[in-house]
């Protein structure tokens, strides 16, 4: 459905995509990868025409878009794409928004595109909010009516452009569930995401983007269990993972306690799993350690670490200094926190390091 060959974007003064190739079938579900800056929301970008490759091709069903002949407007009408900023028209209702679109360019008379809109809403939750203004909505849901908009053209393929990102974690699952359920519905989709959990779900294949290229692509398990390529297997890795760095007694506590709520949501982990490393760093590291360190010039690490079903985490904590057990030497109440319900908290010295190990 989807052929791409040799995509390359070039800026002033950068080059997101340079040689970026795919070919997508009819109903597949497609979840593109990879670190910031990699051309990942430009090769969506390109796929709809709000880019301008500077060179490749990009066929969809059999048509050139690049081809300045070719009538993109047409091609384009097959393809909805929802962004990360939602993009709905503050002076319009609910209803409006979504009817806007299929009576100016499908041609259908107001009542039609209304008894759409309402149809459209209910399968999403969101009938009664049809009256209601976007000013009104919280962010989730109207990612979910943008959702809604892009499907009301009827399209044969639906792009996202991280969809998520612009959303409080705790919105998240509700847009993420909407997605899930167009993609039994055979519908051809392809979702730039930052959520791994969720692109391993409901992917047919996973695209891992870096360099301005599809660096390497497969299912869902041969990306995330089994990579083949260095910077996939990389980057795959610190996806499970949380590292930090405390070189004062002073550090922003609050920020890295969201940075670590936030982490556990990407996760997707369980709230007793979630609750758990919030207490490790709470009570061993801010309680205990920090104290027990000198007032200046340490080093303390605090990562993080969880498997991809989310069923065993663990927490390592470092730093340089004397021999000083933590299990054993701190406050006994924090110490009870920090290690109830857990597999082993295990304490070790070694090249003058300390470490504490903590598997749950």
Same mark, same amino acid.
């Given at each position: 459905?989807?052929?791409?060959?040799?995509?390359?974007?070039?800026?002033?003064?950068?080059?997101?995509?340079?040689?970026?190739?795919?070919?997508?079938?009819?109903?597949?579900?497609?979840?593109?990868?990879?670190?910031?800056?990699?051309?990942?929301?430009?090769?969506?970008?390109?796929?709809?025409?709000?880019?301008?490759?500077?060179?490749?091709?990009?066929?969809?069903?059999?048509?050139?878009?690049?081809?300045?002949?070719?009538?993109?407007?047409?091609?384009?009408?097959?393809?909805?794409?929802?962004?990360?900023?939602?993009?709905?028209?503050?002076?319009?209702?609910?209803?409006?928004?979504?009817?806007?679109?299929?009576?100016?360019?499908?041609?259908?008379?107001?009542?039609?595109?209304?008894?759409?809109?309402?149809?459209?809403?209910?399968?999403?939750?969101?009938?009664?909010?049809?009256?209601?203004?976007?000013? &009104?909505?919280?962010?989730?849901?109207?990612?979910?009516?943008?959702?809604?908009?892009?499907?009301?053209?009827?399209?044969?393929?639906?792009?996202?452009? &991280?969809?998520?990102?612009?959303?409080?974690?705790?919105?998240?699952?509700?847009?993420?569930?909407?997605?899930?359920?167009?993609?039994?519905?055979?519908?051809?989709?392809?979702?730039?995401?930052?959520?791994?959990?969720?692109?391993?779900?409901?992917?047919?294949?996973?695209?891992?983007?870096?360099?301005?290229?599809?660096?390497?692509?497969?299912?869902?398990?041969?990306?995330?269990?089994?990579?083949?390529?260095?910077?996939?297997?990389?980057?795959?890795?610190?996806?499970?993972?949380?590292?930090?760095?405390?070189?004062?007694?002073?550090?922003?506590?609050?920020?890295?306690?969201?940075?670590?709520? &936030?982490?556990?949501?990407?996760?997707?982990?369980?709230?007793?799993?979630?609750?758990?490393?919030?207490?490790?760093?709470?009570?061993?590291?801010?309680?205990?350690?920090?104290?027990?360190?000198?007032?200046?010039?340490?080093?303390?690490?605090?990562?993080?670490?969880?498997?991809?079903?989310?069923?065993?985490?663990?927490?390592?904590?470092?730093?340089?200094?004397?021999?000083?057990?933590?299990?054993?030497?701190?406050?006994?109440?924090?110490?009870?926190?920090?290690?109830?319900?857990?597999?082993?908290?295990?304490?070790?010295?070694?090249?003058?390091?300390?470490?504490?190990?903590?598997?749950?």
């Amino acid at each position: 459905m989807i052929e791409v060959r040799h995509l390359r974007k070039e800026y002033p003064n950068a080059t997101p995509l340079t040689d970026a190739n795919a070919s997508i079938r009819k109903g597949e579900v497609i979840s593109i990868i990879g670190p910031s800056g990699t051309g990942k929301s430009t090769f969506l970008r390109c796929l709809n025409g709000l880019e301008t490759p500077t060179s490749g091709e990009i066929y969809i069903d059999g048509i050139n878009i690049c081809d300045k002949s070719s009538n993109i407007s047409k091609v384009r009408q097959k393809m909805g794409m929802v962004f990360q900023s939602f993009n709905l028209f503050s002076h319009l209702t609910v209803a409006e928004n979504i009817m806007a679109a299929p009576v100016d360019l499908l041609g259908w008379s107001r009542q039609e595109a209304y008894d759409a809109a309402i149809k459209l809403l209910k399968t999403v939750g969101l009938a009664e909010k049809a009256r209601n203004y976007p000013d &009104e909505l919280s962010g989730g849901q109207k990612q979910r009516i943008a959702i809604v908009r892009a499907l009301a053209m009827q399209p044969e393929i639906l792009l996202f452009d &991280e969809p998520t990102s612009a959303l409080d974690p705790t919105m998240v699952g509700e847009v993420l569930t909407v997605i899930r359920n167009l993609a039994r519905e055979g519908l051809t989709m392809i979702i730039v995401t930052h959520e791994m959990k969720f692109a391993r779900d409901v992917s047919t294949r996973v695209f891992y983007m870096d360099q301005g290229v599809i660096y390497e692509e497969g299912t869902p398990e041969e990306i995330f269990d089994h990579p083949q390529k260095g910077p996939t297997r990389i980057f795959v890795k610190r996806l499970r993972t949380f590292h930090r760095e405390i070189r004062s007694r002073d550090f922003d506590f609050v920020a890295m306690a969201n940075d670590i709520e &936030e982490f556990t949501m990407r996760q997707s982990l369980k709230a007793a799993k979630m609750l758990k490393f919030q207490q490790i760093f709470e009570e061993l590291c801010v309680l205990v350690l920090l104290p027990a360190l000198p007032e200046s010039g340490f080093l303390l690490e605090f990562e993080a670490a969880c498997s991809e079903n989310g069923e065993d985490c663990e927490v390592t904590i470092c730093w340089e200094g004397e021999r000083y057990n933590p299990l054993t030497h701190g406050d006994e109440l924090s110490v009870k926190l920090a290690t109830a319900r857990t597999r082993s908290a295990e304490y070790e010295h070694e090249n003058g390091k300390n470490f504490v190990r903590i598997t749950f």
